[in-house]
């Protein structure tokens, strides 16, 4: 009984009115994928904010939310969509299309990931692929959050461990809309969640911007009209024989999309953890074995339940072989005009902080090593403690350490049991 993961990041070349096919080798077939992208020539940083997360799974559902921005001084600078596709690809937000749509298949040996472009371009896509004999199930549903209160999805089929949320995803692709909204939540329980939303809005030469992140929720929507306020806000209550139930607290006038991916089978954690205010190895102790795949997510900021006007999202993910990479999509902040928008793309980071104003970096992390109790991060920090969430995937299997095997044990029997007592 295995649990199997690979993190990775694929360029996808595009040309106008033709389709393509990229043939991803594994050393195992993937039940589930998680996907984010921008388009961009090549690694580091790049001007425009054309991206998008996705996630599918073998034989159930795929889908996923993308966006543009532009610094086109025009009323339709910012646009978002939704697609029941594993990847699409936004044009110019004042042509507001699809330029490339993307769909996953499996096989024993990877995934394949097939698409149709629009115009030319180079699309750079990060993955990370969970598969193995002990993730015995995997599913991928949508919802809507249209009302507050309580909301139960049943009829998964299995119990679910871990639960992945991307708000404004979900549904077949209808026409874009005007403003951006993306952000992703992940829980293995009501006590332990987090998420982080980004909103933006753009007219007649002036912004607002809003992010949020929580760690009592799966949904975070901010609120555009008035800083402070939250838009939607869902926290998880319960993990359910076949689903799961979330508390809507608040809910926008207009439903919300909401597409989730249910995994059980192996062994989760979800929690927080905060760079240090000086460089050097921060290690978390607080997962409780040694993954075999993270999934990490930040907006860059110290941890607070306020909403801030920040627009920064940084989603990144690394595996057991070390192999690690991270996307940062953002806007400039508090409403400076033009917007700017930039992407910038890392192979090796976990965790990066984009300087919204210029397109440098505030602090990074790089994965230093998977331990037996988690993983370990080398920072480069700038003196603030920035939060960041994460997802750790593991076998059942996975190493614990000495004495969290031992816990329970009387410390007489201990003793007798250290080979070296």
């Known amino acids: ?28 077939r993937p039940r589930a994928l998680v996907l984010w992208w921008s388009r961009q020539t090549t690694l580091g940083v790049a001007s425009g904010n054309r991206g998008g997360i996705g996630i599918a799974v ?85 919802l809507a959050l249209d009302r507050p209160g309580g909301r139960s999805v049943t009829g998964l089929g299995f119990a679910p461990e871990l639960l992945l949320f991307l708000p404004g995803a979900g549904g077949a692709e209808a026409e874009p809309t005007a403003g951006l909204s993306y952000g992703v939540g992940v829980t293995t329980g009501a006590t332990r969640q987090a998420a982080v939303g980004v909103v933006a809005q753009a007219s007649g030469g002036t912004s607002v911007v809003r992010s949020g992140q929580r760690t009592d929720a799966v949904v975070v929507v901010p609120e555009v009209e008035s800083l402070g306020e939250l838009g939607v806000l869902a926290r998880l209550t319960s993990l359910d024989p076949s689903g799961f139930t979330l508390d809507v607290s608040r809910a926008a006038p207009e439903p ?74 953002a806007v400039r902040s508090r409403g400076v005009w033009p917007l700017e928008p930039r992407v910038r793309s890392a192979d090796g980071s976990v965790v990066e902080v984009m300087d919204t104003e210029s397109g440098n970096l505030h602090a990074r992390a790089v994965l230093d090593g998977i331990r037996p109790h988690g993983f370990t991060l080398d920072w480069d920090a700038d003196g603030t403690r920035r939060q960041f969430a994460y997802a750790a995937f593991a076998s059942e299997a996975a190493r614990t350490p000495l004495l969290r095997r031992l816990a329970g044990v009387p410390r007489r029997r201990r003793m007798l049991r250290l080979p070296f007592a």
């Not at 993307?102 to 180079?122: A, H, I, P």
Request: glycine share 12%; with cysteine.
């Open 256 to 329: 919300l999309p909401l597409a989730y991916l249910a995994l059980a089978g192996g062994r989760y954690a979800a929690g927080t953890d905060t760079a240090p205010r000086t460089s050097g190895r921060s290690k978390t102790g607080s997962v409780g074995f040694e993954p075999a795949a993270l999934l990490t997510f930040s907006w860059g900021l110290a941890g607070s339940a306020d909403v801030k006007d920040i627009p920064r999202l940084c989603v990144g993910g690394a595996d057991r072989r070390g192999n690690a990479g991270c996307l940062s999509w």
């Open 58 to 142: 073998d034989g159930s559902e795929q889908t996923c939310s993308a966006w543009a921005a532009d610094d086109a001084l025009a009323p339709a600078t910012l646009m978002q969509v939704t697609s029941d596709t594993a990847l699409v690809g936004m044009e110019d937000a004042a042509e507001p299309r699809a330029a490339l749509r993307g769909v996953v298949s499996y096989n024993d040996r990877g995934f394949v990931l097939s698409w149709s472009g629009g115009v030319d371009g180079v699309w750079h896509v990060h993955y990370l692929a969970l598969g193995g004999s002990e993730l015995h199930s995997a599913a991928v549903g949508t």
């Open 1 to 28: 009984m295995t649990f199997e993961a690979a993190k990775g990041v694929l360029a996808i070349v595009s040309r106008a009115s033709r389709s393509g096919r990229h043939v991803e080798e594994l050393p195992f």
